[in-house]
């Protein structure tokens, strides 16, 4: 039939691409239906399979079509030569709007693999033409919704599918089963189809559909697609995999379970160590980190955490401070002025430690470490003056009483250096002498008098404290006897020693007689020192000074503790030839139990000199708890190898070579530093 009568006859209405249409003419023309030719489609548009009915999910999977289509794929891409499809090849150029026919297609059991060829094919080509499955079986129509008719594609055989892009033909239902004739197009371009890629298996939760039974008997080939593809299939069968949600939080709840057992008990980690591994690295748990603990050691662990669990609570109701709270919050970061002006051997700043004082200090106060990396203890604070503990009471001011001296004070006229004591009957001070221990040097400098320090070295002799002149005396700022109540006059530094921790130095030299610093602290009643002793851990330094020079009134005294708070004089070492003193100080002359402990040099001190003092008085004698000189025995023998004995690193050539016996003396033999 010539085209323009086959238009006519069918009505193809004007713009109908009539002479795309290749047709196999059969008997009943009726039945033929002329489609509209497929829209044109950009490049950019989404790419759709199979009509753009079933968009693929992003993630690349598919419907349990698409997957059997890709299982058939991958397990052999030959089934589709096999049944006659070639690979695919750039086709030679068909004559344009040649109408042919494709009888051997019609008749193929398609169904049995329709669902199998159905997604392999991009849904459009590079041109945007729309590319149906080129291959066979069953096309969905445009609008997805099933039909009545079905439509299909049917490549040409003159070169099978490849590279043809057929567009489709609805066809009615028919109730004959004789094969129906189709009507196919031809796309007028030759393009030879994209390689298509390995088709993605996807793992379904769901088990894959049951192939349905041919309906005709499958040829022996088809047969063994048919089985490799079952067995493939049946391989997703199984408990769907876990989603990676799933699995972490899975995982998390492990972990938090684990932890928690950790916390009852870390004998856990013995049991589980891969377990503990995996979740929490290699530190502590792991098998290869593990190390057996004897039971000596574990003993002495639990020991030892009790005794410093013991200490930290004494330690936190009593050691608050009562200074101002922004201070406070502050101590514990301070280490020196600076974090960032770390101290290292090779870099041995000085560091000036003015913020534990929240004040400016003058003259300087600072750190130096040359040996090591340690700094000063963080919780450690420089103080100024006493800090009263609760039960510490200081004597009335009003009861203080001051010299009428008026001009130059002098031991002739001057109350203040009339030494005084408390008669025992009227509990009155009474006068038992006179003594004058300042002078000033002709460079201006006050200094102790060289009398009043030798005879304060020696035994058996009278001993005086110094009475210095107070607010309520005549005499000027200027006055000679006021030297301790006017402060610190030298630059101190607290340094790191080569065998004795931390000593103290000044950058200046120091005077024969001239003061250095007080020793200040907590001021604490004998209550509370024998509780903080008992917290204490054995063998750990003592800070206690006792204030026990006047011990007549009730002999209960007063003590200073400089652990925590203290001056630079909390870090002066021992030396058994000393070149500094501690002397008691006072300036109310009512005040018997709180007085002053200061430091002066007893020797000429050069600049960068160690300070050091003889903890045991004068070093002629030492001193135990009842005041007594304690027996070599109770010293220590420096021969002995007992290894409680702690050993004295001062260098000094008549060195006793036993700092003291902390088993014999102890914590309470070593506070007594009454100097006589
Ligand atoms: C009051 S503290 C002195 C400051 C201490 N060096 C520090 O670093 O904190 C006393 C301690 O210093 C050490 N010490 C002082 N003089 C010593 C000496 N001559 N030989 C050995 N150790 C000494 C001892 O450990 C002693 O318990």
């Known amino acids: 039939m010539a085209l323009s009568a086959f238009k006519r006859k069918h009505d193809v209405p004007p713009g109908f691409e009539i002479d ?31 009509g753009g009915s079933r968009p693929q999910s992003r993630d690349g999977s598919r419907d349990s079509n698409s997957t059997l289509a890709s299982v058939s794929k991958l397990i052999s891409p030959s089934p589709a030569r096999a049944l006659g499809f070639q690979k695919p090849t750039v086709p030679p150029p068909l004559p344009k709007q040649r109408l042919s026919t494709s009888h051997q297609n019609l008749f193929r059991p398609r169904e049995k693999i329709h669902s199998s060829v159905h997604a392999l094919s991009p849904a459009t080509t590079t041109n945007g033409a729309v590319r149906t499955n080129s291959f066979n079986g069953y096309r969905k129509s445009e609008n997805t919704k099933p039909s009545p008719s079905h439509s299909t594609s049917v490549a040409s055989p003159s070169n099978g599918s490849g590279g ?14 004789v094969p129906q004739p189709v009507l196919k197009t031809i796309d007028k371009f030759q393009v030879a189809p994209k390689p298509l890629g390995r088709p993605r298996l996807v793992q379904h939760s769901t088990p894959p559909p049951k192939l349905k039974a041919p309906s005709q008997p499958p040829t022996p080939l088809q047969a063994n697609i048919e089985l490799v593809i079952e067995n493939t299939l049946r391989q997703w069968t199984g408990p769907p995999p876990k ?34 591994e995996r979740h929490f690295g290699q530190t502590g748990f792991s098998k290869a980190f593990s190390t057996e603990i004897t039971e000596n050691e574990l003993a002495l662990r639990t020991r030892l955490a009790s005794q410093k669990k013991k200490k930290q609570s004494v330690t936190a109701v009593d050691r608050h401070l009562d200074i101002d709270s922004e201070l406070a919050k502050s101590l514990d970061n301070l280490i020196i002025s600076d974090k960032s002006s770390i101290i290292t051997p090779e870099q041995s700043t000085r560091v000036l430690l003015t913020n534990r004082f929240n004040e400016e200090v003058n003259p300087p106060l600072s750190f130096a470490n040359n040996v090591n990396e340690k700094l000063l203890h963080g919780k450690f604070q420089f103080t100024d003056r006493y800090i009263l503990r609760p039960g510490i009471k200081e004597a009335a001011l009003n009861t203080n009483f001051g010299c009428t001296c008026g001009g130059e004070c002098g031991l002739d006229s001057c109350q203040c250096f009339t030494r005084t004591a408390t008669d025992v009957t009227s509990k009155k001070p009474i006068s038992i002498g006179q003594r004058q221990t300042y002078f000033r040097r002709p460079d201006g400098i006050i200094v102790l008098t060289n009398n009043y320090i030798a005879q304060e070295l020696q035994d058996e002799v009278q001993h005086f404290e110094i009475t210095e002149c107070n607010d309520c005396c005549s005499c000027g700022d200027d006055c000679t006897n006021k030297v301790v109540s006017k402060g610190r006059t030298v630059p101190l530094e607290i340094f790191q020693t080569a065998k004795c921790g931390f000593g103290v130095r000044s950058s200046v030299d120091i005077v024969k007689g001239q003061f250095i610093e007080l020793y200040l602290g907590e001021v604490i009643t004998e209550t509370e020192l024998e509780r903080r002793e008992q917290a204490a851990d054995e063998g750990s330094p003592s800070y206690i000074y006792s204030l026990d020079w006047f011990t007549g009134v009730d002999n209960r005294c007063y003590h200073v503790d400089g652990e925590i708070f203290g001056t630079a004089m909390r870090f002066v070492n021992h030396c058994c030839a000393p070149n500094a003193r501690c002397f008691t100080v006072t300036t109310h002359k009512r005040d018997e139990k709180l007085y ?3 430091f002066f040099a007893i020797e000429n001190i050069p600049a960068g000199v160690e300070i050091r003092i003889d903890y045991h008085g004068g070093g002629r004698k030492l001193v135990g708890e009842d005041g007594l000189p304690v027996s070599s025995q109770e010293k220590g023998d420096p021969t002995s190898d007992d290894p409680e004995l702690v050993p004295c690193y001062c260098g000094a050539k008549k060195c006793r070579k036993i700092l003291w016996n902390p088993t014999k003396q102890k914590r309470a033999g070593r506070r007594s530093k009454r100097h006589e």
């Open 20 to 50: 795309r249409i290749v047709i196999d003419i059969l008997s009943d023309e009726e039945d033929v239906t002329i489609v509209p030719p497929p829209p044109k489609r950009h490049k950019s548009a989404t790419p759709v399979l199979d």
């Open 596 to 598: 002053y402990l200061a």
């Open 164 to 177: 043809r892009f057929l567009s489709s033909v609805n066809l009615p239902t028919r109730q004959t089963s």
């Open 243 to 276: 989603s990676a949600a799933t699995l972490n939080a899975e995982r998390k709840a492990e972990r938090k379970a684990l932890l928690k057992d950790l916390k009852v008990s870390t004998e856990v980690a013995k049991k589980r160590p891969d377990d503990v």
